[in-house]
């Protein structure tokens, strides 16, 4: 990367990182709330706020009057819109302005602004912010991962017998993977020192990059929900794959990220196995 191509990426990191903090006092004016008010979406589990469009609009005209020539892929742009998100060469960014929103409603502290840039279809800048937690997490490509200015790293931990496992059990909602995701929780919890399950994708990310988590597996998302996170774990020193071992498709975010490949196997070959109990069960809808 050129110096000049350097000093740009600095440039996208810095007024991004800005934007986002100020989104932090809107955000906590909803979160102070004694319940904050909210809608339903298509599904009676997935909420919105008027903070969610709020902060995204915030966002997006803050990003675009930054850099005029970059695109936008929103969560509540795309609902909205109800077009398919589509990622091309172009500096794109990639918002989730309230990931966690049950969370928020209820004041559960595990609700998280993300923000990502993808520039050739490649993640290089990723931004989050819990402001409830009061933790401030962010990474460049090639520069590391930080929270609240201070870099961070995953965990070593290599057996699953000794790792603190996430994996998001609110997917048992989904009628047409929720057999799936049944099977592959009992083999994963089984193995695991312990399953855990935050309600939300961002802050999950955030604390395998941290080594607070020792894995964390997802699958069933949308590009806004993984996007900032996956950098952060990737420039933390964690690896982020497909859950079968592929490359990770940011517009198809399934994965497992953890902090150490013989981790992440360990994890693929249980749901490998989930896979195959179900296939010979016909266990599904």
């Not at 892929?73 to 990622?87: C, F, N, P, Q």
């Not at 057996?159 to 909602?173: G, P």
């Not at 995701?181 to 312990?194: F, M, P």
């Not at 935050?198 to 395998?208: A, F, H, Q, T």
């Amino acid at each position: 990367m050129s110096s000049t191509s350097e000093s740009k990426l600095q440039e996208y990191y810095e007024v991004a990182l800005d934007l986002v903090k100020q989104c932090g006092p809107l955000l906590m004016e909803g979160y102070s709330k004694p319940k904050t008010d909210f809608t339903v979406k298509k599904d009676f589990y997935d909420l919105v706020t008027v903070y969610d469009k709020q902060i995204e609009d915030f966002l997006t005209a803050g990003l675009l009057k930054a850099f005029p020539e970059s695109l936008i892929i929103g969560e509540e742009e795309s609902a909205t819109s109800k077009r398919d998100a589509e990622l091309t060469d172009a500096p794109t960014w990639i918002i989730d302005p309230i990931d966690g929103t049950t969370n928020f409603v209820h004041r559960i502290p595990h609700c998280c602004i993300s923000v990502g840039l993808t520039i050739n279809k490649e993640l290089v800048v990723g931004i989050i912010y819990n402001p409830p937690g009061n933790e401030l997490f962010s990474a460049w490509k090639g520069q590391g991962a930080f929270c609240n200015g201070k870099p961070i790293h995953v965990s070593e931990c290599e057996r699953l017998r000794d790792a603190n496992v996430a994996y998001e059990v609110s997917l048992l909602h989904v009628h047409n993977v929720a057999n799936k995701h049944i099977k592959r929780i009992y083999h994963v919890g089984l193995h695991a020192r312990r399953l855990l399950a935050y309600s939300c994708v961002v802050d999950e990310l955030c604390m395998v990059a941290a080594g607070n988590l020792d894995a964390f597996y997802i699958e069933d998302m949308y590009p806004w929900d993984c996007a900032a996170g996956s950098l952060l774990v990737r420039e933390a020193g964690g690896v982020v794959t497909h859950p079968f071992g592929g490359p990770f498709d940011i517009m198809k975010p399934d994965l497992i990220c953890a902090g150490t490949e013989k981790l992440r196997k360990e994890i693929e070959n249980l749901l490998r196995k989930a896979d195959q109990e179900r296939s010979v069960g016909g266990t599904d809808p």
